[in-house]
């Protein structure tokens, strides 16, 4: 039916269903409860090309579309969200960036590291008191008299992967007073004097992923690693959120599909009132309804990589189809798991299966690279063209 999925495309699929039932089924209830860091399967999934899909074979990558990778993270997904958000922050976060507005020499040194799973990449927009206004951020760096170095100080928050993230993506103020353009974005050695991570954040779902804050006390940056020119950081960040929001729709269709397979096998089991529980209009409603939101996510997303790769050529933005995904599918999300605890019952609300894990995974879907209501914002304007 949709013949633009061709044979790769299910090849990719493939792996990334059979390395998620192999490598991340057995460990993904124990890294929740526990909220370790999985970082054997995160360095294997880098081994096998699952961290730069969408990256050119020239920098190590799988050279695919975002279709592939789409595929791929809402595979992995559907077995532990953890484990995509770390593979998401990878491909479109921290690579996107770089390839996209990167000098050869930084796509060489930092994605080829990223992309073959040697290194952990991070990307680093929101601070404590600048969240969805994005642009209202406080860090800053100041290029030093020599030219040579900016000289870096602030904090960022929330931080994907940032307690293991061996390069960050950072976006902090070079002008202050010319607001969202006078941000500007840096490639970040984490192993450098001056930067320091915070605790991991305790948090509700994706649990093994890990979060933390990050400071920079006079961090020298080496010109070099400016991404971009000054002042275009704003877009470089939001251009790439563009992107994060498809990976975003695709790790909630995973947990969804995860929701509502579990739910249609335990409808087709469990009895009461001597018969299957399937059997009951009232289930067989909410297994419809929640059906019916899947696929229509699956379709959202479909478009917003289609869109998504056809900007290559036409340099079109494709924000509106990535957050019309991302808004649709995350809601859903949370929505499918919500159906699927109550068709479970008590079994549902107990850790003794995955139900409450998705439920509680799918939230931040909701939330991160961009919550529901700035994604409404940003699909508005877009109809619009009014701010
Ligand atoms: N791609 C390229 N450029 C974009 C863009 C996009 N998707 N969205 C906005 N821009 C540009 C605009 O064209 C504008 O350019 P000019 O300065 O040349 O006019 C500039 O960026 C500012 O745009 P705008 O005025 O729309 O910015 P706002 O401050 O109103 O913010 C929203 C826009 C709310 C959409 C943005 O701040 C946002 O997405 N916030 C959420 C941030 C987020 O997702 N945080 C999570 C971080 S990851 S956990």
């Not at 498809?246 to 001597?274: H, M, N, P, T």
């Not at 409603?285 to 019916?292: C, I, N, P, V």
Request: hydrophobic share 40%; aromatic share 8%; with cysteine.
């Amino acid at each position: 039916m949709f013949d633009f999925i061709t044979e790769e495309h299910r090849e990719i699929q493939q792996l990334a269903r059979d390395f998620a039932q192999r490598s991340i089924a057995p460990i993904a209830e124990a890294h929740d409860e526990s909220g370790d860091f999985p970082i054997d399967t995160i360095r294997q999934m880098g081994q096998m090309g699952f961290m730069g899909i969408e990256v050119p074979e020239e920098y190590g990558g799988v050279g695919m579309d975002t279709l592939a990778y789409s595929l791929a993270l809402t595979e992995i997904c559907k077995v532990d969200a953890s484990h995509g958000t770390v593979m998401s922050v990878n491909n479109s976060l921290f690579s996107h960036g770089i390839l996209k507005f990167g000098t050869e020499e930084q796509k060489h040194k930092y994605v080829t590291a990223v992309a073959t799973g040697e290194k952990l990449g991070a990307y680093s927009l929101t601070e404590p008191m600048s969240g969805s206004d994005a642009g209202n951020m406080k860090s800053t760096a100041v290029l030093n008299e020599e030219g040579t170095h900016y000289v870096i100080n602030g904090r960022k928050s929330w931080v994907t992967s940032a307690p293991y993230a061996d390069i960050i993506v950072l976006f902090v103020m070079t002008d202050p007073q010319a607001k969202h353009r006078g941000v500007t974005a840096f490639i970040i050695e984490t192993d450098q004097p001056g930067f320091e991570r915070g605790k991991k954040e305790p948090k509700l779902g994706i649990r093994a992923s890990a979060t933390s804050e990050i400071m920079f006390e006079n961090y020298l940056c080496p010109i070099e690693n400016r991404l971009g020119k000054e002042g275009e950081g704003f877009k470089i960040a939001m251009t790439v959120l563009d992107a994060g929001r498809i990976g975003i729709a695709s790790q909630a269709l995973g947990i969804a599909d995860a929701a509502l397979e579990a739910s249609i096998a335990y409808a087709k089991e469990r009895e009461a009132f001597g018969q299957k529980i399937g059997q009951f209009q009232m289930i067989q409603q909410k297994l419809a309804d929640m059906k019916t939101r899947v696929e229509a996510s699956r379709l959202l997303i479909y478009q917003a990589c289609l869109a998504k790769s056809a900007s290559k050529k036409s340099g079109k933005r494709y924000s509106l189809e990535a957050s019309m995904a991302k808004l649709y599918a995350s809601e859903s999300a949370m929505w499918v798991t919500t159906q699927a605890i109550q068709i479970h019952g008590g079994m549902g609300y107990s850790k003794e299966m995955p139900l409450e894990r998705y439920f509680r995974d799918a939230k931040i879907t909701e939330i991160y690279e961009g919550t529901s209501e700035i994604q409404r914002m940003v699909i508005a304007r877009s109809l619009t063209g009014l701010r």
